[in-house]
């Protein structure tokens, strides 16, 4: 399995960023997508996922109403668009891919990393 993730970068607190992550190697229709950071001094921290399906989405409460995102199946494909950053949203984020229950995170595969840094 492979996760190739793009979009991160500085940005100035209430702006906006897009992240994505291309998935190969696998069947992905059993899997569910998403993101995970790593800020400075801190735990990794699941931050949303979303079935094949798109039924059913989980996002971590600190970034609710603020982060949406969204699958392309079709591409193997996950995006999430991130508004109204907070220099606390500043991290390293994972893209991740897993078999169990999309609301704990359970995570079979990690990519790289792409870094997202908000200024104040």
Not at 19 to 47: H, N, T
Not at 72 to 84: C, G, P, S, T, Y
């Amino acid at each position: 399995v492979q996760l190739q993730a793009s979009g991160g970068g500085f940005v100035q607190a209430g702006g906006s960023l897009r992240l994505s992550c291309e998935a190969s190697g696998q069947d992905f229709s059993i899997y569910w997508m998403g993101w995970f950071r790593q800020g400075p001094g801190k735990e990794r921290e699941y931050v949303p996922g979303i079935t094949w399906s798109k039924a059913t989405v989980y996002y971590v409460d600190s970034v609710k109403g603020r982060f949406t995102i969204s699958r392309d199946n079709a591409k193997n494909m996950v995006h999430l668009q991130m508004n109204k950053l907070k220099p606390e949203d500043t991290a390293v984020y994972y893209c991740s891919v897993g078999r169990g229950y999309v609301g704990n995170g359970a995570s079979d595969y990690y990519g790289q990393g792409t870094q997202v840094t908000v200024s104040s």
